[in-house]
């Protein structure tokens, strides 16, 4: 029997064409390819909350000669991805009426983490909000669903989990999370009805 559902963040329960950073060097002119170096390296232990991500930003932009408030940037960042995804989050309205609870399960820094705990539209949704920086470790490491597992006391066949890229996917079905690939809303939905024992 399903208990709760996952539910990845990025690309699931928001969309948007591009992510901020791509978006604001458009905008500012810049070249993105500078700062894919960054997010590959740098930023990977922010991800983990092994480091402060405003600290670790400033000195990238600093070591590319960039004036840029990081506060403003920061705002401007996590408002640009809160493009919410209404017509799932109108499905689990019906989920969660059925009483199935769902969570949010998501790679993502402590401050983004902290800003979805200030999102009434989240905290109404959601019975916890899991990150890769309040967890210390990052999908599609299976320590991730792991510690997730021990803190629901939950067995893996009693969670689903939606999330928007293949790799990640593969590495929670091979834990045996019944998961999957995120591309549009209906396919979603269609599959969501095969899993669950009532009607959405």
Known sequence: MIKIILF?????????????????????????TDWLAFWLND?????????DCKQVMQKFFQSL?????IEAYFKDWFDY??????????LIDKIRRASIKTYIASNQEQYKHEFFHDQPELTSHFD????SSSLGHKKPEPQFWLKILET????PHEVLFIDDTPKIVEAAQKLGIQ?????????AQNWLKQHLDFTI
């Open 8 to 32: 990845d963040f990025d690309g699931v329960l928001a969309l948007q064409d591009k992510y901020y950073a791509e978006h604001y060097c458009h905008v500012n002119g810049l070249d993105h």
């Open 43 to 51: 930023f990977q232990d922010c991800l983990l909350g092994k480091t």
């Open 65 to 69: 000669a960039l004036d840029i408030d």
């Open 81 to 90: 991805e809160y493009n919410l995804n209404t017509e799932l989050f109108e």
């Open 128 to 131: 916890q909000i899991f990150t």
């Open 152 to 155: 629901l006391n939950l067995q």
């Open 179 to 187: 998961s999957h690939h995120y591309t549009n809303f209906a396919e």
